[in-house]
């Protein structure tokens, strides 16, 4: 009971010095500058209301700035987005380690990668990591382990055209309080080509995909018991 309260008092004591952004994107062999064609906000908190529209591609209380870039993808290739505590920090200032969850990612195609808001309909999952009950590993100590690097596969059966891709990481070491977790957001705007057009997915909202409830979400992780599910929509596959 004392070691369970103890490490949720040092979880909490790290939160404002382990926050994150999604700072950059490797596509195609190429890092892009920090904030090229990503909508990052300056400060690096989280979103905790699973309800807001800043729950797409991040926003107010962290106001997003808009880039007027578009990153090259071709479909069947995999991206690295860039996990960064800051917009200056290096890669051993990722998020702090007791920052604990599941990684995922998401696509929706746009007509304007510019200028889509990301809020509403479209969204699919492409990829999750949550935990392993055998590793005792996290979907978030992958990335900060990997020196903030997330690497995404995007599908090959998709329709070439224009997407937000949006790079997510949630971290549970205040969730077992309704609106506890912390989800860590944004989004790149890609041109995707290449893609054979072979199956299309079934598409979610955001806000929507999740629920404050979610056991996902809501849940205990001091100390973690059994399996953990993901929070979302299953990711979606060409096969």
């Not at 578009?70 to 991206?79: C, F």
């Not at 999952?125 to 990335?143: F, N």
């Not at 224009?162 to 205040?174: K, N, T």
Request: one cysteine or more.
């Amino acid at each position: 009971m004392k070691f369970t309260a103890l490490l949720a008092l040092a979880s909490l004591a790290s939160s404002v010095t382990g926050h994150t952004i999604f700072v950059q994107l490797t596509a195609g062999g190429k890092t892009y500058d920090v904030q090229y064609g990503i909508r990052d906000p300056s400060y690096d908190g989280p979103q905790t209301d699973v309800t807001s529209n800043s729950l797409a591609c991040n926003g107010p209380p962290n106001p997003t700035q808009p880039s007027p870039y578009i990153i090259p993808v071709v479909a069947g290739s995999s991206v690295t987005a860039v996990w960064r505590h800051t917009l200056t920090s290096g890669a051993d200032d990722v998020m702090d380690s007791s920052h604990k969850g599941p990684v995922m990612a998401y696509l929706k195609k746009v007509t304007d990668a510019t200028q889509d808001s990301g809020v509403g309909d479209g969204w699919f999952k492409i990829t999750e990591q949550g935990y392993s009950s055998s590793t005792g590993v996290w979907g978030t100590d992958t990335v900060i382990n990997n020196a903030g690097k997330q690497v995404i596969t995007i599908p090959e059966c998709i329709e070439d055209g224009q997407y937000l891709l949006r790079a997510e990481m949630i971290a549970l070491h205040g969730a077992s309080s309704t609106n506890g977790a912390q989800l860590y957001m944004e989004c790149a705007q890609l041109k995707i080509t290449g893609g054979k057009a072979g199956k299309k997915p079934t598409t979610y909202s955001i806000p929507g995909i999740y629920k404050s409830d979610d056991p996902g979400l809501l849940i205990n992780i001091y100390p973690m018991k059994g399996e953990y599910t993901i929070p979302g929509p299953r990711p979606f596959t060409c096969s």
